[in-house]
């Protein structure tokens, strides 16, 4: 009979192998799916004076508001909103918040003094009105403000007289207004691009409504605002629109993500669907929500949104014509700070108070008008490099990381300076400033910076 010694000798040989093959089937694949995730490129930035790309593509210059009260919310943030410099500002909730249409299905009448009033404010900001036309007027409606017209054709006759009414030369006389047709149709309605409640019934009426319209201002229409970009939703928009003659001046969608990368894809695949019809050979694209979670977050009241939106911002220019970032001010919650989406407080607690986000967008205004190279971008670190009117260099650098835990310490080569002798100043974003004058006989010159997890900084070169 084997001793007890014996069989130990025989189980561990059988106790090692197992736990080999556990390391095997599980452990192993587990951790390095875990550094997989975690991997990336550092960066080694690169900045070429000379190598000047054109004018600075500014996507994020760009700003909406939801429909967080049924009134004109922007009249007591004109001066915040105006330091900003947008070019559009967003609304949605036209219809329904400011009670526009009225009547009877046989003869519609329209009020259009209280959004006028919300239109003349964007205006007094520097900023021109971006109107999603929604949500469907109770008098024409088969149900509840997000449901079907009883009949397109009514919708289509308040689509023309929302245009006539703020492009018509005889009227508002704005130029450039931008119409979209409707607000995530996905979600707010269930709209499908087939069946009964068919996005595409609606976008065909409102195109032909924009057809219908005569003696105005230059002005773009088009779709669909989706929750995200969806091929099926995008796509049969595009090949609709083709089919049927109609006009399409921009793709819309909205993005909320962690992720820097989907923002690349997102205008890698809507262009590669729209690039096989000629005839849409000059459409755009535009973001028109955009932020780091469509719900209430408290990133959203803190530096790591801030963060987000440079990022954000980063990754957008050059692909995506305009970016609407959401929104400009809370809606009155029981705190001051709740992590709604704002730029800014509401008043309910006092002046609005600007958030981490808004001094985001003014930092990218320090950037100058002309856009320069920049090499050696890493998967956490990303720059915006221009130059101004006076030859200054302006360069943001950004470390974003959704975990927060990366920091990075920066290689940064400056080549073809105009000069050896040159001061540096790095700003951090809500943070000090340093300055360093340099002597080089050199056209380049070399420096290493640190950043912290989720940071940023401007600098600024001085010859």
């Not at 995530?184 to 924009?210: I, R, W």
């Not at 704002?342 to 950037?367: D, I, S, V, W």
Request: charged share 20%; glycine share 8%; aromatic share 12%.
């Amino acid at each position: 009979m084997a001793t007890k010694r014996e069989l130990i000798r025989a189980f561990v040989p059988l106790l090692v192998g197992l736990v080999v093959l556990v390391l095997v089937v599980v452990a192993i694949p587990n951790a390095l799916q875990y550094v997989g995730k975690a991997s990336g490129v550092n960066a080694n930035l690169v900045f070429n004076y000379e190598g000047v790309l054109g004018k600075m593509p500014e996507p994020w210059r760009n700003l909406c508001q939801g429909g967080e009260e049924p009134k004109e919310m922007l009249s007591s943030v004109v001066e915040p909103i105006k330091a900003l410099r947008p070019e559009y500002i967003r609304l949605d909730h036209i219809y329904d918040a400011f009670k526009v249409v009225s009547g009877t299905p046989e003869n519609l009448t329209y009020d259009w003094s209280g959004l006028d009033k919300a239109v003349e404010v964007i205006l007094s900001t520097g900023a021109k009105p971006f109107l999603s036309l929604s949500y469907m007027p109770d008098v024409i409606s088969t149900g509840n403000m997000v449901s079907t017209a009883k009949d397109w054709g009514l919708w289509g006759q308040v689509v023309q007289a929302t245009i006539e009414h703020y492009s018509g030369r005889n009227q508002k006389n704005i130029n450039g207004v931008i119409y979209e047709v409707w607000n995530e149709p996905d979600l707010f309605g269930g709209f499908k691009t087939y069946g009964d409640v068919n996005y595409l019934d609606m976008y065909l009426a409102s195109a032909k409504a924009a057809a219908r319209v005569k003696g105005a201002n230059p002005f773009e229409i088009g779709g669909p605002a989706t929750t995200a970009l969806y091929q099926n939703w995008e796509e049969r928009l595009i090949k609709f629109v083709d089919a049927n003659n109609l006009r399409l001046d921009f793709m819309s969608w909205h993005r909320y993500t962690y992720d820097m990368e989907q923002f690349e894809k997102d205008a890698k695949q809507v262009r590669s669907w729209a690039e096989k019809i000629p005839a849409l050979v000059n459409l755009k694209f535009y973001v028109t929500e955009w932020g780091h979670d469509p719900e209430i977050q408290a990133g959203y009241d803190t530096k790591f949104g801030a963060i987000h939106t440079l990022a954000g911002a980063r990754a957008m220019m050059g692909s995506i014509d305009r970016a609407f970032l959401f929104e400009i001010k809370d809606g009155p919650g029981a705190t001051k700070y709740w992590g709604r989406w704002g730029l800014l407080t509401h008043e309910k607690f006092g002046p609005p108070e600007k958030k981490p986000r808004y001094h985001a967008m003014q930092f990218l205004n320090n950037l100058g008008p002309f856009r320069t190279s920049v090499a050696g971008e890493g998967s956490w670190v990303k720059s915006i490099s221009s130059i101004d009117e006076t030859g200054k260099m302006k360069i943001m650098v950004v470390n974003y990381d959704s975990k927060g835990g990366h920091s990075e310490s920066v290689p940064m080569t400056f080549e073809n300076l105009p000069k050896g002798n040159f001061k540096i100043t790095r700003t951090d974003f809500m943070g000090s400033s340093r300055s360093l004058n340099v002597a080089t006989t050199s056209s380049s010159w070399k420096t290493t910076e640190y950043f912290g997890p989720n940071s940023a900084a401007m600098f600024t070169v001085e010859f």
